[in-house]
């Protein structure tokens, strides 16, 4: 396993606190549902130049196309299918679509993104099956796919991948940004005090990981993929924030896929929130993590 620690970028050091700042005062003034706040939220990751957006409702599943100007010249046979993160019961794919053009734009990969449905008006395994669906039917119409997500769709991403083994669907590579691999919160980071994340509660991923399972045990591992026994995968990449609570969720699951034999690279990025990526306007360390993200997947798509 290549495990690196990557200290905060000396650009970023006012712009980290000051994004902090800016978090308290959004998530506690900020009027609307939680899901129309949390969509503000993500929307605010912009649109990188040269990529366009389409939204579908069918085929390959419900979603958001983000595709480069040059996707068939330089990139083709090649996909990647999103899964957003929002505790399963939060966000959409269309405000996504901000953060999914920056790695478009980077790897010069079409991207799809995933709407799949969410808890508690749908409970597991509806999302992950969706996303098995969508990952079958891309892996049909592309040569190599890969698949990324961040938080709940890191975790959801590593299910999917999983379930797709099981099935024998080809996938190239997986990346993911703060996944949340363990749903029943049994990580030192989830447990930790003195561990200040500004922008996630344990409180608020324990309730999400009720709404999400229903009767389902919170350590199965096909909802919680870091108890899955055989974690041999493609090749993974995980960033992580050391200031977080589910620092330990992405630690745990890169030691355990390492030990099946996974070839891994876990990047712990000292200093930073959860999914810090999506700040590509306000952290140099943002639009970092993303290059070599996009280094990583466009090395394993063939």
Known sequence: MSTETIPL????????????????????TTPGTPREVYDRFIGATPMA?????????????????????????TRAGRAILFLHGGGYGLGHAGPYAGFVSQIVARSGVPAFALEYPLAPEAQWPTARDLAVSALAALTERFDSVAVVGDSAGGGLSFATVLEARRRGLPVAAIATFSPW?????????????????????????RASAAAYLGATPADDPRASPLFEPDLRLPPTLIQVGSDEVLRDDAIRMA?????????????????LHHVFQLNTQELA???????????????HLR
């Not at 130049?49 to 419900?62: K, L, M, R």
């Not at 691999?181 to 344990?202: C, I, K, N, Q, Y």
Request: glycine share 6%.
């Open 285 to 299: 360390s943002a639009r970092l993590a993303l290059d070599r993200t996009a280094e990583f997947l466009v090395r």
């Open 49 to 73: 130049p040269g990529v366009t957006t389409s939204q579908v409702f069918d085929a390959p599943a419900p979603g958001w196309w983000c595709e480069p100007a040059d996707a068939a010249a």
């Open 181 to 205: 691999t363990d749903l029943s919160l049994s990580g030192e980071s989830a447990r930790d005090p003195a561990v200040v994340d500004p922008l996630l509660a344990v409180d608020y991923l």
């Open 9 to 28: 970028m000396a650009a970023d050091v006012a712009a980290s606190r000051e994004l902090r700042a800016q978090f308290g005062r959004f998530w506690s």
């Open 255 to 271: 030691r355990a896929a390492e030990a099946a034999g996974t070839d891994v690279e876990l990047q712990v990025w000292q200093g």
